[in-house]
């Protein structure tokens, strides 16, 4: 979506309260987080990424929570399964 509806997802980081700039970076980080997480080429690199995730999870909830929104269970959600999944 970062890339495809950059539109919408501008308007939504503006309503949350963060830059717009950071759109793109973010979504690159993700999608390098994503495949640190699948190859097993590091178990130190897979850790980081998981850090990542679990930060940028809890930051998209207190955001929602702050303004209010109701928004914030996806975020709650992912930060549960991010918690009780099987890092090695």
Same mark, same amino acid.
């Given at each position: 979506?970062?890339?495809?509806?950059?539109?919408?997802?501008? @308007? @939504?980081?503006?309503?949350?309260?963060?830059?717009?700039?950071?759109?793109?970076?973010?979504?690159?980080?993700?999608?390098?987080?994503?495949?640190?997480?699948?190859?097993?080429?590091?178990?130190?690199?897979? @850790?980081?990424?998981?850090?990542?995730?679990?930060?940028?999870?809890?930051?998209?909830?207190?955001?929602?929570?702050?303004?209010?929104?109701? @928004?914030?269970?996806?975020?709650?959600?992912?930060?549960?399964?991010?918690?009780?999944?099987?890092?090695?």
């Amino acid at each position: 979506m970062y890339f495809v509806k950059y539109e919408h997802v501008s @308007e @939504e980081f503006v309503k949350l309260g963060f830059p717009t700039f950071i759109i793109y970076p973010l979504a690159i980080l993700k999608i390098l987080g994503l495949v640190a997480v699948w190859s097993k080429k590091s178990k130190t690199l897979k @850790e980081w990424a998981n850090a990542g995730f679990f930060f940028d999870f809890l930051i998209a909830a207190g955001a929602h929570i702050t303004i209010g929104d109701g @928004e914030y269970v996806g975020a709650v959600v992912a930060t549960i399964l991010l918690l009780t999944s099987d890092l090695s």
